[in-house]
C-alpha cells in the first residue's frame, strides 16, 4: 500500500515543523501550497537522479511534412511530447522490424561531429529535446535527426511531472523516512524568509530533511535504483 500526504496534512506538517500556523495572514496557504508543489518536483527529481524512477511509455508517431512550423522547424524533425513530460528515459524507433535506441545530441554537436549533409533524411539516430519547460501548459517537443522521409513510430520512455496538488484532499506519494525532504524543505523556507529566528531548530530541519535523502540513498542501495546497480557493476569489474 502506497504512502500518502494530502496537501492539508502536508501544510499541518510543515506548520508544526516551525510551530507557525498555516492558513493564517502571516502565513498564506497560496504561499505554502507553492512552496510544497516546489518541494515535491524537488523531490522527484532527487528520486529520478538516485535511479528510483518513476516512468511512463507512450508511442509517437513522426510524420513526413516538409512545412515548417512558427519556429522554423520541419515537421518530419519534430515529436511532439506528452503535456506531462519532464525528463527522456528511452526514445526508440521500430526499423526494418528492429527497435533503434535513439541517442542524445545537442543542437551545437549535430552538424560538427556527425558531417553529413543537411539535405540527408533516412531512420532517425539521434534526438534533442527543445521547448522543453517546466508549465504544463506547454509542449516539450523532441527534434530528431536525421529527418524523417517516412512516419516512423517511436516509443518513448519518459519521467513524468508530478501532478500539481491543488486541494486540500489531493494526495503526494512518498517513499517510506522520506515524507521530511518536502515537509522540511518548505519549512526551512520559510525559516529562512523570517531570518532564522532559532537556530537550534533551523538545524533540526536541515537535519531531518537530510535523513530523508539518507532513506532514500538506502532504498537505491538495497537495489531499487539502476545507478547503483551499474557502480556495483563498475566495482566488481575494476
Known amino acids: 500500500m502506497a504512502l500518502t500526504l494530502t496537501l492539508g496534512q502536508l501544510r499541518g506538517e510543515v506548520g508544526r515543523a516551525i510551530d507557525v500556523p498555516v492558513g493564517d495572514t502571516y502565513f498564506l496557504n497560496t504561499d505554502v501550497d507553492l512552496w510544497i508543489n516546489m518541494a515535491v518536483q524537488e523531490y522527484a527529481a532527487l528520486r529520478a537522479h538516485y535511479g528510483l524512477l518513476d516512468a511512463k511509455r507512450t508511442t509517437l508517431t513522426g510524420s513526413v511534412s516538409l512545412t515548417p512550423g512558427t519556429d522554423g522547424f520541419p515537421a518530419n524533425e519534430i515529436l511532439t511530447l506528452p503535456t506531462d513530460f ?21 543542437e551545437s554537436d549535430r552538424i560538427r561531429i556527425l558531417g553529413i549533409p543537411l539535405q540527408y533524411y533516412g531512420p532517425p539516430e539521434y534526438y534533442t529535446v527543445i521547448d522543453a519547460t517546466p508549465s504544463l501548459s506547454l509542449q516539450a517537443r523532441a527534434r530528431v535527426w536525421p529527418p524523417m522521409q517516412t512516419a516512423y513510430t517511436f ?29 522540511c524543505t518548505v519549512a526551512i523556507k520559510q525559516a529562512t524568509r523570517e531570518g532564522i529566528p532559532e537556530p537550534q531548530q533551523f538545524q533540526a530541519l536541515q537535519l531531518r530533511k537530510q535523513q530523508a535523502v539518507d532513506a532514500l540513498l538506502r532504498m537505491c542501495n538495497r537495489g531499487g535504483g539502476v545507478r547503483t546497480m551499474r557502480d556495483t557493476r563498475s566495482r566488481n569489474n575494476a
Do not use: C, F, H, K
Open 86 to 106: 519532464a525528463e527522456v528515459v528511452a526514445l526508440n524507433t521500430s526499423y526494418q522490424g528492429d527497435q533503434r535506441p535513439l541517442q542524445a545530441m545537442s
Open 155 to 183: 516509443e518513448l520512455v519518459y519521467r513524468p511531472q508530478p501532478a500539481t496538488l491543488t486541494l486540500t484532499s489531493d494526495t503526494w506519494e512518498y517513499l517510506p523516512g522520506t515524507e521530511d525532504y518536502v515537509i
